[in-house]
């Protein structure tokens, strides 16, 4: 139900979640309430450590060289992470690099000390395999196959993406989870928001070569283009947001909630701090990486749940300034009614409508009865 504006929001109210219009520090933990609210319910949400668990294991190439790493290798990563869709392992950690037989090939813009040349080369990694080839020896067949290796491996991470954020964003909802629904509505979208992530790297690519001092440049667009549009698949999935609509409205959360700015920034630091434990661990070799697993799993799975219950609470929040585009009010729990599946609202808008039609009854029966005085008055 639609809480009273007038009334004081009490301890329970979920209304209130996260909003704090003057920047207290309610607003700036923000990351840790939903994070608290994820790890409230672990019971609900436990089926979906699946998907990280998979993806991590899953890349076959990565697992590879982890569980046989080089003699000595070891690493510590320092990952700051904005939020994605399929955070797993290697959002927090480096396998070992592949074997080469020359050191300089592991190096993009390499120079050649003897010719003084630069050679420039391009690194493909598929989750079978990773192939690093000089720049020069990239032809239009072999772009064309990695471009299709690409395009497949984009299309089966948006189905899952598509089905665990659907399936994590009903769950926090109470709603029973329809993973084929979220699949046809969503992956679409998501599949087109992975495309526009790829082209905006690929237009950074002839900087990198053509003026390598520009490279910090580029990094801090990409930087920029990551805040912006982090909310953009959770926005598809939590409030149906078609493609450009979804890119507006994160960009306007961006630039004017500051609690996304908070909760991106907490969400930075926990993958800061868990990233240099997951990837010493890692670097143990096959114990080692049955561990990482073990830790990395759980939080990825923290995480992005947090930030579907994070972008809800956006969304709702919207919903009660009156923004143009809602067309529902809340449920029970304090959410939004999904404007997929409308029923959740029709308890509460047959309740209202039953009031109403009492009170119109009630003062039908006053005006229909006028005021009379008694008869011993007018005999008086």
Not at 148 to 170: E, K, M, N, P, W
Not at 285 to 294: K, M, N, Q, S
């Amino acid at each position: 139900m639609v809480p009273d504006p007038d009334s004081e929001p009490g301890p329970d109210d979920s209304s209130d979640v996260g909003s704090n219009a003057d920047g207290s520090s309610e607003t700036r933990f923000t990351f840790l309430r939903h994070v608290s609210r994820i790890l409230d319910r672990p019971g609900e949400l436990l089926p979906f450590a699946l998907v990280p668990f998979v993806l991590s294991v899953a890349h076959v190439e990565r697992t590879r060289r982890a569980l046989d790493p080089p003699s000595g290798w070891f690493s510590i990563n320092f990952e700051f992470v904005f939020p994605t869709p399929l955070l797993d392992l290697w959002s927090f950690a480096d396998p070992p690099d592949p074997p080469t037989d020359d050191p300089s090939e592991m190096l993009v813009g390499g120079s050649d000390t003897a010719s003084g040349s630069h050679s420039f080369d391009v690194t493909f990694e598929t989750p079978f395999d990773t192939v690093a080839l000089p720049l020069e020896g990239v032809d239009g067949e072999l772009a064309a196959w990695f471009g299709l290796v690409l395009l497949a491996h984009t299309v089966i991470g948006a189905v899952i993406a598509a089905g665990y954020l659907g399936g994590l964003d009903r769950r926090l909802r109470r709603r029973p989870v329809a993973i084929l629904d979220s699949v046809v509505r969503f992956a679409p979208r998501i599949f087109l928001y992975h495309l526009v992530l790829y082209a905006a790297f690929a237009l950074l690519v002839p900087l990198f070569v053509i003026a390598p001092p520009l490279i910090l440049i580029g990094m801090i667009g990409l930087l920029v283009f990551g805040y912006l549009f982090y909310a953009v698949p959770f926005l598809f999935v939590v409030d149906d947001a078609n493609f450009l609509e979804a890119f507006r409205r994160s960009a306007g959360f961006a630039t004017g909630e500051a609690s996304y700015f908070w909760f991106a920034l907490g969400h930075g630091l926990l993958a800061v701090i868990v990233s240099p434990v997951v990837s010493g661990v890692l670097s143990a070799g096959g114990i080692g990486f049955v561990i990482a697993v073990a830790i990395a799993t759980p939080f990825a799975l923290v995480m992005t749940a947090a930030t579907v219950s994070f972008v809800q609470e956006l969304v709702d929040d919207g919903s009660t300034r009156g923004e143009p585009d809602r067309e529902t009010g809340f449920g029970d729990d304090g959410g939004r009614v999904d404007r997929r599946s409308g029923t959740d609202g029709m308890d509460d808008a047959t309740e209202s409508a039953g009031r109403e039609t009492d009170d119109a009854r009630e003062r039908f029966g006053q005006e229909s009865t006028p005021d009379r005085k008694p008869d011993d008055d007018r005999d008086g």
